[in-house]
């Protein structure tokens, strides 16, 4: 590499005096993928941007970018990656952004006719090859992040908290309940009594598939929190399974209201609000 | 990897007016690392007990709380240094009795709970710190 | 030092609790309520929490000892508005608030104060 530096100069220089004929050739390479998502301005600038950044490492064969000198153009990279992954870009869009100077570069060098220039050439393109790659892992990463947002989206959307009746809110949850999704049910079911002013609470737990300590837990954990805001919580849809395991793991529900239905628990939630539900003709409470 | 603390601030804790600086303080660094509503309200309630137990049972000390970056996860950590008594009986301290007021009355094992990560340092005569560290999930 | 203002609403005493308390505050809250439920013979203390961000150890203790003094002089107490996240760090913490009664708000907690005062025969008598 200390050899290389001051030939590395060639390759700098022409690049250097060329930059605007570069820039310009290396949009226009990407534009036509990229057409229509992208503007030609935000890419001239992009371009531009990392091009400045290339420069002072254009000697380097890039064969580790993870050294200080590499840092501004990892960052700027990363920065492209992760835009390009949230405007739904492919990665292989993503990365051939980087892989389309390679042309331009090796276009320029051929008018040259230097061997000399020629073998730098090489040595950029391999430069250019790592930092293509780079681009891919920080675009994977974006898509990670963005899947893990989604997926608390989701959550948040599948916990849905009902108003059953004046007073009574319900939450169904279904599936399988893990420590995360537990905890944002809890959540939610506590900033809704507050928010619809309702002081009972039905948690059914037919749709769920199994109930471990830390599950119950959980549970129990909510029921006391309501209580302590001065809200009640009443369980419902224990399934015979369930129950068994339940008493099988010795957890106690003390004096927490369990029912069989979500039906029985409204009817007890209505009971406690002082409402009586009687069928018409008949004078007798349902 | 070692966790790089990002200049920790201190407070000292010398005072009653002090244990409500530290909740604030802590309160602040939350907000900034973006925790959620109810981990905030953890840490910051770890904090008051923890900052409490400074005043009253280590005589007084100083409170370091800052941001901390382990492996790209982001969090507060926040210590709790006197020069008190220290704890004779860390199985007692940390056992669940305090809450019905006759115990030591420490509040240890309950922070402990609110928090991801507590360590406790302490002998007879050399004092105690407390670290506690919250990450943003 | 900050002291908790209390006021009079008919044979009722609301606390409301906006701002940070250090621990000198909640004694002195203490103190002050155990004299004017004397003075005023309050027949229910309603501490309004719906402001507070943070209950630890000390804060959860001090609304049971509200309680117990009231209850000392024939009188109820209701703690209403906690928040959620507070709800919730209390459990975690493990501390219960030794059944003291809650209500999620000002309103339902006055009500429940009326009920109880005219189980006991408390309501309608003039305050001192």
Redesign the interface.
């Known amino acids: 590499m200390v050899g290389e530096a001051e030939h590395g100069h060639r390759l700098t220089e022409l690049l250097r005096s060329n930059t605007d004929a570069v820039v310009a050739g290396w949009v226009e390479a990407v534009a036509t993928t990229l057409r229509g998502r992208t503007t030609g301005a935000e890419l001239e600038r992009d371009f531009r941007e990392l091009f400045t950044s290339l420069l002072p490492v254009a000697s380097g064969d890039g064969r580790d970018l993870t050294g200080h000198s590499y840092a501004e153009l990892r960052s700027l990279l990363g920065e492209l990656s992760r835009s390009r992954a949230r405007q739904n870009f492919s990665p292989t869009e993503t990365a051939s952004s980087v892989f389309a100077l390679k042309q331009v570069v090796f276009q320029l060098v051929d008018d040259q006719d230097d061997p000399e220039l020629f073998r730098q050439a090489l040595a950029f393109s391999n430069l250019l090859d790592g930092l293509g790659l780079l681009t891919f892992e920080a675009y994977a990463r974006a898509r990670e992040e963005i899947i893990k947002e989604q997926s608390e989206q989701l959550l948040e959307l599948t916990t849905p908290v009902v108003k059953l009746w004046e007073g009574v809110l319900a939450v169904p949850l279904v599936g399988t309940l893990d420590s995360?999704r537990t905890?944002v049910v809890?959540?939610k079911l506590?900033?809704a009594?507050?928010e619809t002013?309702?002081?009972h609470a039905i948690i059914d737990i037919t749709g769920v598939l199994a109930v471990d300590t830390q599950v119950a837990q959980h549970l129990l954990?909510t029921v006391?929190?309501?209580?302590?805001?001065?809200?009640e919580c009443t369980i419902s849809g224990i399934r015979p399974q369930i129950a068994q395991t339940i008493v099988a793991l010795g957890i106690e529900f003390g004096d927490i209201a369990t029912k069989a239905t979500l039906a029985d628990a409204l009817r007890h939630a209505l009971r406690r609000e002082g409402v009586e539900v009687v069928r018409q003709g008949e004078r007798r409470a349902v | 990897m070692t966790p790089r603390p990002d200049e920790p601030e201190e407070l000292p804790i010398r005072a009653d007016d002090d244990v409500v600086r530290v909740r604030q303080l802590v309160r602040t660094y939350a907000q900034q690392v973006k925790l959620s509503l109810v981990d905030q309200t953890k840490l910051v309630t770890a904090a008051s007990e923890l900052a409490r137990n400074t005043l009253v049972y280590g005589g007084g000390g100083f409170a370091r709380v800052g941001t901390t970056t382990v492996d790209g996860r982001t969090g507060i950590r926040a210590s709790f240094h006197d020069e008190g008594p220290g704890i004779p009986d860390l199985s007692l301290a940390l056992a669940d009795g305090w809450s019905s007021g006759k115990g030591m009355g420490l509040g240890l094992s309950g922070a402990r709970r609110l928090v991801d990560e507590f360590d406790l340092d302490t002998a007879v005569g050399r004092g105690t710190v407390v670290t506690v560290v919250k990450w943003k999930r | 030092m900050e002291r908790v203002p209390i006021l009079k609403i008919g044979g009722v005493l609301l606390v409301s609790i906006q701002i940070d308390l250090q621990d000198q505050s909640v004694l002195a809250l203490q103190e002050d309520l155990a004299e004017r439920i004397s003075a005023t013979g309050a027949h229910g203390v309603v501490i309004d929490i719906s402001a507070v961000e943070i209950v630890d150890s000390f804060i959860g203790r001090m609304f049971a000892t509200i309680a117990s003094i009231s209850r000392l002089f024939d009188a109820d107490t209701v703690v209403v508005g906690m928040r959620p996240a507070v709800a919730i760090t209390l459990v975690e913490l493990g501390l219960t608030l030794g059944g003291v009664r809650t209500a999620l708000d000002l309103e339902r907690g006055m009500k429940i104060l009326e009920t109880l005062g005219r189980d006991r025969g408390r309501t309608g008598r003039e305050a001192r």
């Open positions: 995360a905890q809890m959540e506590l900033e009594l507050v002013g309702s002081e954990k006391v929190a309501a209580r302590l805001m001065g809200a």
